[in-house]
C-alpha cells in the first residue's frame, strides 16, 4: 500500500525538476484559480451548481457536488503542490476535470470566446494530471522522501 500511495516514480534529477514545475505550476492554477474561488462563493454556488448526470454521482445534491468539487481542487491540487500521495491526488483531479469536461460541459463546444463553459478549461488540466499520474511525483516531492525503496543507502 506504501508503494501505491507513495512511490514517487522518476529519481533522474532532470526529469524530477520537470516534473516539480508541472506540479508546482499546475497545483497553483487550480488551487487559486479554482478551488479558493469556489470556497469564497460557496453560499452563493451551493444551490446551482451542476451535479453530474450519471450513476451515481446523479445521486448527489448540488452542495455535495460542489463540496466534492471543492475538495479535488483545493485538498488534491494542495496534495499535487506537496507531492503528498500525489497519484491517487492526479486521479481525482483528472476524474474531476474528465467530469467537468464531458459531462457538464458536455454539449459545449471545445472552445469558446472568453473560455467560460467550454471543454478547453478542464481538458487543459486533465492533461497534466494524467501526465502526474503515469509519471509520479519525482524525487523532489515528499513521496520520495516517505517512499525510499530503491535508493541507494548512504553512511
Known amino acids: 500500500m506504501k508503494k501505491f500511495l507513495f512511490d514517487c516514480g522518476t529519481r533522474d534529477a532532470t526529469a524530477s525538476l520537470g516534473f516539480l514545475v ?39 445534491s448540488p452542495p455535495i457536488s460542489l463540496t466534492a468539487t471543492i475538495g479535488a481542487e483545493v485538498i488534491c491540487a494542495a496534495l499535487i503542490i506537496l507531492g503528498l500521495a500525489t497519484r491517487p491526488a492526479a486521479f481525482i483531479l ?34 497534466p494530471a494524467i501526465a502526474i499520474l503515469l509519471a ?16 541507494r543507502k548512504r553512511w
Open 22 to 60: 508541472l506540479r508546482v505550476g499546475t497545483g497553483l492554477l487550480m488551487f487559486l484559480g479554482h478551488g479558493l474561488g469556489k470556497i469564497q462563493t460557496f453560499a452563493d454556488k451551493k444551490d446551482k451548481f451542476p451535479v453530474p448526470d450519471f450513476f451515481p454521482l446523479k445521486l448527489m
Open 94 to 127: 483528472a476524474f474531476t476535470m474528465t467530469v467537468a469536461a464531458f459531462n457538464i460541459n458536455g454539449s459545449a463546444d471545445w472552445f469558446s470566446p472568453g473560455g467560460i463553459g467550454a471543454k478547453e478549461g478542464p481538458a487543459l488540466y486533465l492533461i
Open 136 to 151: 509520479g511525483a519525482g524525487s523532489y516531492s515528499m513521496d520520495a522522501a516517505i517512499y525510499k525503496n530503491g535508493r
